[in-house]
Every structure is written in structure tokens, then in C-alpha cells.
């Protein structure tokens, strides 16, 4: 477990909001109960983030399970490379490679939307822009510095820091936006594949999915903590005239 923590304070600052500023983080409203957000979930992170990052303590088969994904799928499009279907999802890249190659070891993701929030994860995978004097081009307003690609960049579209028009509210009489020139503020220079409303919630969907991982027990520990609720307030009434019963002759 310290080790986990460890590899995740060397990749991502030690501080809850931003290195060096405090930022606005977006709500990301997580639902566990919406089963198809966490496949989508699931398989954007196969197929953007596992190339770098391992979730190691947590298994195919069991995010198969919990997911309802049948294996036959599970295998064809969430598993790569010579894993099998009850393997640890972790990746064929070496930690020598990746520090060479980034500067600092990728962390493993299984618990980072628990020590991050998810709200910090949505607006860091939504906050990158171009920056020509970093190393991969990018830098990111909630982790300055960052030694990560924009892995995403293809969905999203070339996203800038700078000044732009910036929407402030509604015209009460015609109905038209009101906007404001603001600055230091991200703007999309160039359109990616995707709307920025589509895009927003593929990246809610990996962080919905991210937050399932790092906790898979969540839904059925709410459960028993109903049960248990329930038994205590049942357990209540007998044990309430049986204090009244023993009290009844002392006074």
C-alpha cells in the first residue's frame, strides 16, 4: 500500500487542487449504479490510458462481473496482449522505460480517485493546452509541469490558455448569450473529433469508471450498511423494554 501511494506522489502534486494556484475544479456527479457509463468507462481506459498505466490490484474477471461485460467481450475489446481473463491488470511496459521516457514512473491507477477526488481527476483529464516548451507539447492547468501527454487530444481538439470570449449568462429579453473577454482562460483553438459535450462525457465516463476501480465494493457496502441500520433499529424495541423491564423495581 505504501508503495502505491509512493509511485502516486511522484507523478501528481502533493497538494489537493493545483501545483502553485488554487483552481476550480468541475463536479463530477459519480453514479455507480449507471452500469453503461462504467463499460464505456472501461473501455476508454483500455484503449487510452493502459498503455502507460497498470491497475494492478484489481483483476478482468472481476471488473467483467461487476460490470456485466461477458468474457468473450471482455477478452475481444478490454484485454490485450497475451493476458488472460483472471489476470491482474497490470502492462507490459518496464518502470526503467517509462522513467527514461517521462521522467517519473506512470502510477498505477487502481486508487488515484480515491487519493484525488473525482472531481480533480475530471478537470485535470479536461485541462491540458498547448505549451511548446514542455516536452510533449502540453501542459495542464491543474497539474503544472505535467510529464503526461494528452492522450486524449485526438477526442478533444487542440485546447489553448489564453484569452477568449468567455460566457457570463443570458440576455433576459433575447435570449442570446452574454459573453466577456477574459483572461488566462482555455479555449478550443482547433476541434477534435468529438463535441465538446461529447467529449466531456466520455472523459466522465473513464472517471465514473476509475471511481468503481477504486473502491468495486462501494455499492454492496451501502447495501449492508442499510441492512445493518434496519437491524439496529429492529434490535432497538427489544432491547428498550428490556431496560425498561430491569430499571422497573430500582429506584
Request: contains cysteine.
Amino acid at each position: 500500500m505504501k508503495k502505491i501511494f509512493a509511485l502516486i506522489a511522484a507523478f501528481v502534486p502533493a497538494i489537493a487542487l493545483a501545483a502553485g494556484g488554487n483552481v476550480h475544479l468541475d463536479e463530477h456527479r459519480t453514479d455507480l449504479h449507471d452500469t453503461a457509463s462504467l463499460q464505456r468507462g472501461a473501455q476508454v481506459f483500455a484503449n487510452y490510458c493502459m498503455g502507460c498505466h497498470s491497475m494492478e490490484h484489481a483483476r478482468y474477471n472481476r471488473v467483467a462481473k461487476d460490470l456485466g461485460i461477458p468474457e468473450d467481450l471482455m477478452m475481444e475489446n478490454l484485454v490485450f496482449a497475451d493476458k488472460k481473463f483472471g489476470d491482474l491488470m497490470t502492462i507490459a511496459m518496464r518502470q526503467e522505460d517509462s522513467k527514461k521516457w517521462f521522467g517519473a514512473t506512470p502510477p498505477d491507477l487502481t486508487l488515484v480517485a480515491r487519493v484525488r477526488r473525482p472531481d480533480w481527476v475530471y478537470t485535470y483529464l479536461r485541462s491540458f493546452y498547448e505549451d511548446p516548451s514542455r516536452p510533449w507539447g502540453v501542459n495542464n492547468v491543474v497539474f503544472k509541469d505535467v510529464g503526461m501527454p494528452n492522450v486524449l487530444a485526438d477526442l478533444q481538439g487542440l485546447q489553448k490558455l489564453g484569452t477568449a470570449n468567455v460566457k457570463v449568462g443570458y440576455d433576459t429579453l433575447t435570449g442570446q448569450e452574454i459573453t466577456e473577454r477574459h483572461d488566462n482562460v482555455l479555449y478550443l483553438a482547433e476541434e477534435g473529433e468529438l463535441s465538446a459535450e461529447e467529449f466531456d462525457k466520455v472523459v466522465y465516463d473513464l472517471v465514473n469508471f476509475m471511481v468503481y476501480m477504486a473502491e468495486p465494493i462501494a455499492l454492496e457496502r451501502q447495501t449492508i450498511g442499510w441492512w445493518a441500520l434496519l437491524f439496529l433499529a429492529i434490535f432497538f424495541v427489544p432491547v428498550y423494554f428490556l431496560n425498561k423491564e430491569y430499571w422497573k423495581d430500582i429506584k
